[in-house]
């Protein structure tokens, strides 16, 4: 333990916690991160992330983006409607950005982020488990089990940036849940023809299917129901593939080759309000989001960036950080970001995945609709990639 006091204490040590704790570096304020997983060279994750031109801005001001060992730029990103018309095509002169985003392995951002950290000598504790929070008028607690021995650490402002239990615990937080009765089944898959920068999101009556350009092949992220996805992960790899065929088309030809196989079910979460006594919530503590768009982690991205910026804002009046004042200016500021993306995601699954077909035939007109209206194409592609500062 390096001290007992900090002003900020960080309960959460993936990419959105990490980015915050980088974010406030050099600042001349005081962070403590704790992470409740071991080290990252032990914790393996072959989920693909579709970074957004935003977040790839965010990792290059952060110092990541070039410690990451590969990337992949997305040029093009293509949204059809599986049997029936409409689709829309979305490049980055549509958005006015030099590319779309970029697909990066979700293991690669986690290490490289911890080497970034572990070069900046920040106070960060892995294997830490948080048992409980405290708060007062003028700080907040934080108490956790490390090697055995409970500890406890105190802060002006605690924030949670996990999907765990602790912000289920307070109080004043209520979360808003729907199940979308749905799995998404994960993989890096190879087709007979190679990745060129293109994206593919397919809605289909079971949901949508993704493949993203990763490398020189493609991350699948392919949506089912939840038995569909048991069924799935125990197929052998040439049933699979020709499974996968059958579902998406031939627009990439016969798929010849899967990776490693994974599956986690779909639900919104969202927090009302993310902010609470001497408590800010980001990232999958605020919201989780359908993959559909793949706005969940740069939603959360963004959510870090901001507090940070909040909090450099009021570190001249240190007293402020972590008050009522400086909780709900972030609050506000986060309020249009995180209902757009909600929405959007949101209305997105509901629209496109059910069984009416007057209803799939209006979408695939709005599809269509949308291709033919720059404006709105670039309205809609700006957000995507910025959030509601697009």
Same mark, same amino acid.
């Given at each position: 333990?390096?001290?007992?006091?900090?002003?900020?204490?960080?309960?959460?040590?993936?990419?959105?916690?990490?980015? &915050?704790?980088?974010?406030?570096?050099?600042?001349?304020?005081?962070?403590?991160?704790?992470?409740?997983?071991?080290?990252?060279?032990?914790?393996?994750?072959?989920?693909?992330?579709?970074?957004?031109?935003?977040?790839?801005?965010?990792?290059?001001?952060?110092?990541?983006?070039?410690?990451?060992?590969?990337?992949?730029?997305?040029?093009?990103?293509?949204?059809?409607?599986?049997?029936?018309?409409?689709?829309?095509?979305?490049?980055?002169?549509?958005?006015?950005?030099?590319?779309?985003?970029?697909?990066?392995?979700?293991?690669?951002?986690?290490?490289?982020?911890?080497?970034?950290?572990?070069?900046?000598?920040?106070?960060?504790?892995?294997?830490?488990?948080?048992?409980?929070?405290?708060?007062?008028?003028?700080?907040?607690?934080?108490?956790?089990?490390?090697?055995?021995?409970?500890?406890?650490?105190?802060?002006?402002?605690?924030?949670?940036?996990?999907?765990?239990?602790?912000?289920?615990?307070?109080?004043?937080?209520?979360?808003?849940?729907?199940?979308?009765?749905?799995?998404?089944?994960?993989?890096?898959?190879?087709?007979?023809?190679?990745?060129?920068?293109?994206?593919?999101?397919?809605?289909?009556?079971?949901?949508?299917?993704?493949? &993203?350009?990763?490398?020189?092949?493609?991350?699948?992220?392919?949506?089912?129901?939840?038995?569909?996805?048991?069924?799935?992960?125990?197929?052998?790899?040439?049933?699979?593939?020709?499974?996968?065929?059958?579902?998406?088309?031939?627009?990439?030809?016969?798929?010849?080759?899967? #990776?490693?196989?994974?599956?986690?079910?779909?639900?919104?979460?969202?927090?009302?309000?993310?902010?609470?006594?001497?408590?800010?919530?980001?990232?999958?503590?605020?919201?989780?989001?359908?993959?559909?768009?793949?706005? #969940?982690?740069?939603?959360?991205?963004?959510?870090?960036?901001?507090?940070?910026?909040?909090?450099?804002?009021?570190?001249?009046?240190?007293?402020?950080?972590?008050?009522?004042?400086?909780?709900?200016?972030?609050?506000?500021?986060?309020?249009?970001?995180?209902?757009?993306?909600?929405?959007?995601?949101?209305?997105?699954?509901?629209?496109?995945?059910?069984?009416?077909?007057?209803?799939?035939?209006?979408? #695939?007109?709005?599809?269509?609709?949308?291709?033919?209206?720059?404006?709105?194409?670039?309205?809609?592609?700006?957000?995507?990639?910025?959030?509601?500062?697009?």
């Amino acid at each position: 333990m390096a001290a007992e006091q900090y002003d900020i204490i960080i309960i959460g040590g993936g990419p959105v916690g990490m980015a &915050l704790a980088l974010a406030l570096h050099d600042t001349g304020i005081s962070s403590f991160l704790l992470e409740a997983r071991g080290l990252p060279e032990k914790v393996e994750d072959p989920r693909p992330l579709a970074l957004s031109h935003g977040s790839h801005l965010i990792l290059h001001r952060l110092g990541v983006w070039n410690k990451l060992t590969q990337n992949t730029p997305i040029t093009t990103i293509h949204v059809s409607n599986r049997g029936n018309f409409g689709q829309t095509i979305l490049t980055p002169h549509d958005a006015g950005v030099p590319t779309l985003g970029f697909v990066v392995n979700y293991h690669d951002l986690f290490r490289s982020m911890h080497k970034k950290l572990t070069a900046n000598k920040a106070d960060y504790i892995a294997g830490a488990t948080v048992t409980r929070l405290e708060t007062h008028e003028s700080s907040g607690t934080v108490y956790f089990d490390y090697q055995g021995k409970e500890e406890k650490v105190t802060a002006k402002l605690l924030v949670l940036a996990d999907g765990g239990q602790l912000a289920k615990q307070l109080p004043d937080i209520t979360y808003q849940t729907h199940d979308y009765q749905q799995w998404a089944v994960v993989a890096n898959v190879k087709a007979e023809k190679k990745q060129t920068g293109v994206a593919y999101e397919r809605f289909t009556n079971d949901g949508p299917v993704a493949l &993203l350009p990763h490398q020189e092949d493609f991350a699948l992220v392919w949506t089912v129901a939840p038995e569909t996805a048991k069924e799935i992960t125990a197929l052998n790899d040439a049933a699979f593939l020709t499974r996968l065929h059958q579902h998406f088309g031939d627009r990439l030809g016969k798929f010849i080759e899967a #990776g490693k196989r994974s599956a986690f079910p779909l639900t919104l979460k969202y927090a009302t309000p993310i902010t609470t006594q001497r408590i800010a919530l980001i990232g999958n503590a605020a919201q989780t989001l359908h993959p559909v768009a793949g706005q #969940g982690f740069n939603l959360g991205l963004r959510d870090a960036y901001e507090l940070a910026n909040e909090v450099i804002t009021t570190k001249n009046t240190r007293n402020e950080i972590g008050a009522s004042t400086m909780l709900s200016r972030y609050r506000q500021s986060r309020q249009m970001d995180s209902s757009a993306g909600r929405i959007f995601t949101d209305s997105l699954v509901k629209l496109f995945s059910n069984e009416s077909k007057m209803l799939r035939q209006a979408c #695939g007109l709005g599809l269509s609709t949308l291709d033919c209206m720059p404006p709105l194409k670039r309205f809609v592609a700006r957000r995507m990639i910025f959030g509601a500062r697009g």
